[in-house]
């Protein structure tokens, strides 16, 4: 019965997964975009051709097999499986990062760091989409029943979801590069150095600007890389309590990055007016905004930028201020919530008092 249906059975167990976090996407955000998301879902799985071609190629071409490589250089089977993953985990973050990067030079898809956020993960679902297919239906097709109901339980529990949270991680950094711009002039108040970057800008003669966007953009895909090559490695090692571990972390870590002010904030970085630009007393005030910044006062910096944007509500660099602030409270709020549910955890001991000499003494008279 299962091999007879076979296509049309992992056509709707591969899709299930893939459509239940798409409606969530839909019905909580972004529904005036939904003709982009789903061009997005559609090229995030046939990058599943590309990216298996390639894996492919380097894997049987006798000229460019990577195993062989890694054979002959290393010694250690850890190393070498760190690395292989590595490169074929690569390969699929790179080709989703592509499709992302491509639809928003298009259609300038992206206004928010949260929107990134969802048309990364939207590539990465229809990916999972074609990849859980091709397993489930090369399974079926060869009778092996047993192992199709463990794969499809696997897939769908975890790897669905690390496609989802390893595209998550990218599509915030891309966010981030996006709009670099802010982002670097708010660096530069801090007083950050910049010191890597500005060595970059002299070799290679670029702007800073377009140098910190590469490297967010450079920083996402390495997390996201290195995030795909672990658990791919602990999978092979049969390490699924590390595994499951990884994904709880990483999942209370995207909905944190979603759930941020600075996410939700849409930056103007508009050429035809500098959103930068401070009066005098403004600056004054921005003085006061980075004392009470460094010396942790959130709460302060965000009533310092309500009132330097009553008077100049386009200036992006003190919304980011007002923005972070709010998270920065947020977290010293959420962690203080934790320190006291610890703290009411611990059960007080009784101090039982020590008797004293006279009482000791009267109490063997007594006897």
């Given amino acids: 019965m299962l091999e007879q249906y076979g296509f049309l059975i992992s056509l709707g167990l591969s899709f299930a997964p893939a459509f239940g976090w798409l409606l969530l996407i839909y019905f909580l955000r972004h529904r005036e975009k939904k003709k982009f998301l789903f061009f997005t879902f559609l090229l995030g799985g046939a990058s599943v051709i590309l990216v298996f071609g390639l894996q492919s190629f380097w894997l049987m071409d006798p000229a460019y097999n990577i195993n062989t ?62 990849e859980n297919f091709i397993y489930f239906y090369g399974l079926l097709s060869e009778g092996l029943i047993e192992g199709f109901w463990s794969t499809f339980i ?142 942790g006062r959130y709460d302060e910096v965000e009533k310092v930028c309500n009132d330097i944007l009553l008077v100049d509500p386009m200036n992006d660099v003190v919304k980011l201020f007002r923005a972070q602030a709010l998270d920065k409270q947020a977290i010293k709020k959420g962690t203080q919530a934790v320190a006291d549910i610890f703290k009411r955890g611990k059960k007080e001991e009784p101090i039982e008092e020590e008797e004293t000499v006279e009482e000791k003494l009267s109490d063997v008279i007594k006897k």
């Fill in 154 to 295: 696997f897939r769908t529990m975890f790897s669905t979801l690390g496609h989802v949270l390893f595209s998550a991680i990218f599509g915030y950094y891309y966010g981030v590069s996006k709009f670099s711009e802010t982002i670097l002039m708010q660096e530069k108040i801090l007083g950050k150095t910049l010191r890597l970057t500005k060595i970059i800008e002299k070799l290679t003669k670029g702007t800073l600007q377009d140098i910190y966007r590469e490297q967010k953009i450079m920083k996402g895909l390495i997390f996201a890389c290195g995030a795909h090559m672990f658990f791919n490695f602990f999978i092979q090692w049969q390490q699924l309590w590390v595994v499951f571990l990884m994904l709880i972390a990483l999942t209370v870590y995207v909905i944190f990055l979603f759930r941020t002010k600075t996410g939700h904030l849409v930056f103007m970085e508009t050429k035809a007016r500098s959103p930068y630009y401070l009066a005098p007393s403004n600056q004054r005030m921005l003085g006061h905004l980075l004392d009470m910044w460094h010396a």
């Fill in 69 to 130: 490589f890694l054979e002959v250089t290393f010694t250690s089977t850890a190393t070498i499986f760190l690395i292989f993953f590595a490169f074929m985990g690569g390969i699929e973050e790179i080709i989703k990062h592509l499709i992302v990067r491509i639809m928003d030079k298009r259609y300038f898809l992206i206004q928010t760091i949260n929107i990134a956020i969802v048309f990364s993960v939207t590539t990465a679902l229809g990916f999972a989409f074609v």
